[in-house]
């Protein structure tokens, strides 16, 4: 007689949307209202989210090896500071008491996984560290230079177009990979209990079933995060709050 063997149920993923390719103008304006709904909560984080960049950049202000890849690595790891904006999203649309102490207790929802995708987060940062080092330490044959004076001699100097091309396109595909896996990963564990595979894999389906607006939704966090940094990262006291509650919405949109 044989023995039945139980086999457990394949794992279950909540279903994605299709977003219209205009979708993240409608993101970024709910995001806009929610950060002025209490704009004190809300710009806390993004003065928090400043001063940590002017600290990192600060650190690696004397390490040409490392500025650039500084600038990139914060970046990756964006996606973690935002959890209490995106908590306090979660509280707009729940009509829940809404402040910069009720949004920090975002970890406890789901804390396990939260803190795994912090670890993975600071896991990609770190490699990118690393990769960056490498990369100038083989290919940059110039004098010893400053971190700004660095990054001009490379987009000058044609025999340095090589490293530039590579520098580029292994950062770019870094930041496809965490653009991919985050964009609604971080929002999702805020908003429900479920493990971190299950958020990932969810943040995968969504950037298959919509490649184009998310193409487009990560072009504008580019641009505007860009911007923040131009201003000396003045204006990353108003641009990150205002992508962490759109991005809240974006997940919303996106996933059932």
């Not at 500084?70 to 999203?89: D, H, K, N, Q, R």
């Not at 010893?144 to 490293?163: D, F």
């Amino acid at each position: 007689m044989t023995e039945s063997v139980a086999v457990p149920p394949a794992p279950t993923f909540p279903k994605v949307r299709q977003v219209a390719l205009a979708a993240p103008l409608k993101w970024l304006g709910q995001g806009w209202h929610d950060l002025w709904r209490q704009p004190a909560a809300s710009l806390f984080y993004g003065i928090a989210i400043a001063v940590t960049g002017a600290v990192i950049l600060g650190v690696t202000a004397d390490l040409p090896y490392l500025f650039a890849a500084a600038i990139t690595g914060f970046l990756l790891v964006a996606p973690m500071l935002l959890a209490g904006l995106y908590e306090l999203s979660r509280r707009y649309l729940a009509n829940e008491p809404a402040s910069v102490f009720d949004s920090m207790v975002a970890w406890k929802h789901n804390p396990s996984a939260l803190v795994s995708f912090g670890l993975l987060s600071i896991l990609a940062g770190t490699a990118w560290q690393v990769l960056s080092v490498v990369i100038v330490a083989v290919f940059y044959k110039g004098r010893p230079l400053g971190p700004v004076g660095m990054m001009i001699e490379v987009l000058i100097n044609p025999a340095h177009y090589l490293m530039f091309f590579i520098y580029v396109s292994a950062g770019g595909l870094l930041a496809a990979v965490v653009f991919a896996l985050s964009v609604v990963s971080m929002p999702m564990l805020v908003d429900r209990r479920c493990d971190l595979l299950c958020a990932l894999a969810t943040s995968l389906n969504a950037v298959a079933e919509n490649p184009l607006p998310l193409a487009f939704w990560a072009l504008i966090i580019m641009l505007l995060t860009g911007f923040g940094f131009a201003t000396a990262l003045v204006g990353l006291v108003l641009v990150m709050p205002w992508l962490g509650h759109a991005s809240f919405h974006a997940y919303k949109d996106l996933v059932e």
